[in-house]
């Protein structure tokens, strides 16, 4: 009971001091709020805010969109390390050497149903970007996403083709991927990736993006085969994953997003609507800071001009009207 009573009179107290000072603590905070410099650091943060918004919300032809089909070969020159993607100009405006942004290197194909899929292979944070003038040479090393892993024929697709001519004879077909590419000249015949440009990573890079690709792909035939072997049960609850067969030729694509940072944004974003919207956001809020800070005629001025409309002269035949003072 004593401590019910003692809780009783401190919140008796509490609203006794809120009573007391609460109106001035409010009017205080207002008044605080109102200052011409609190306002303009308010704006300031809200437009920080916004522009961050914008640019992590919106995705333009740059930011966050996939960008291919892709070839990727090794660094030729020494002096490029681990974390920098060096990209031609046909991709990549050449104001973005040197930018860095976070990478993801794409697994881009047809499946089984005839529906485009793209799969994440590899991720890269903080690269940085180099730009090339012109495009990259082909070499003996370069991969396009068409490594064909050894996987069981039937538990993989393949992308449609156009033959020049019919294949000589009908065969049995071969149980491995590899040897039914082959057989059929899919390789040889498969068009998509004719006008792939060139990006180049590190050696290591380059390994680990094929890495991931083969693990993958195995991985995903595994399932199958799985589904296709086990027992009635394990069939009947994958029955859908035959469908879905990965396909064991397609191509490379790479995605990039950039900096949310509002100074980043403003200059050297490469998207160029995002940057007008940016400049659109900061160019308003500064209007109406600038027309906030606009200065107004004084009131005394205002109270002599309005006194010298009231002693104003009336015209000839106009009843006077009453004039009443303060």
């Not at 409010?26 to 303009?40: H, Y």
């Not at 993801?104 to 944070?125: C, E, H, L, N, W």
């Not at 003038?133 to 090393?141: D, E, I, N, Y």
């Amino acid at each position: 009971m004593e401590m019910l009573g003692e809780a009783g009179a401190q919140l008796d107290a509490a609203r006794t001091w809120v009573a007391a000072h609460g109106p001035g603590l409010l009017e205080r905070a207002f008044a605080f709020l109102a200052n011409p410099w609190v306002r303009t650091l308010g704006l300031a943060v809200i437009v920080y805010a916004t522009i961050r918004v914008i640019a992590s919300v919106y995705s333009g032809d740059m930011q966050n969109s996939e960008l291919g089909p892709l070839g990727v070969r090794p660094h030729a020159a020494q002096r490029l390390e681990r974390n920098t993607i060096l990209l031609p100009r046909l991709l990549m405006p050449m104001n973005m050497d040197g930018v860095q942004a976070d990478c993801k290197i794409y697994y881009a194909f047809t499946d089984a149903r005839g529906k485009r899929r793209d799969v994440q292979v590899y991720a890269m944070r903080d690269v940085r970007l180099a730009v090339s003038p012109v495009k990259l040479p082909r070499v003996s090393t370069t991969i396009y996403g068409q490594e064909i892993p050894d996987v069981a024929t039937e538990d993989v697709c393949f992308p449609p083709v156009d033959f020049d001519q019919a294949p000589p004879g009908v065969s049995a077909t071969p149980e491995r991927a590899i040897a039914y590419a082959a057989q059929y000249k899919i390789l040889d015949n498969w068009r998509e990736d004719d006008e792939a440009l060139l990006i180049s990573v590190h050696n290591d890079v380059l390994e680990e993006i094929k890495e991931a690709r083969r693990e993958w792909i195995t991985e995903e035939a595994e399932k199958v085969r799985k589904a296709r072997e086990g027992g009635a049960m394990h069939r009947w609850l994958n029955r859908g994953v035959a469908r879905k067969r990965p396909n064991v030729v397609g191509s490379y694509y790479i995605k990039l997003e950039f900096s949310h940072e509002p100074w980043f944004v403003l200059t050297r974003h490469p998207d160029r609507e995002l940057k007008m919207t940016a400049w659109l956001t900061v160019l308003t809020s500064m209007f109406a800071v600038l027309m906030e800070a606009w200065p107004t005629a004084p009131e005394r001025m205002e109270r002599s001009a309005a006194i010298s409309v009231e002693d104003a002269p009336t015209p000839r035949g106009t009843p006077a009207r009453p004039v009443i003072r303060p």
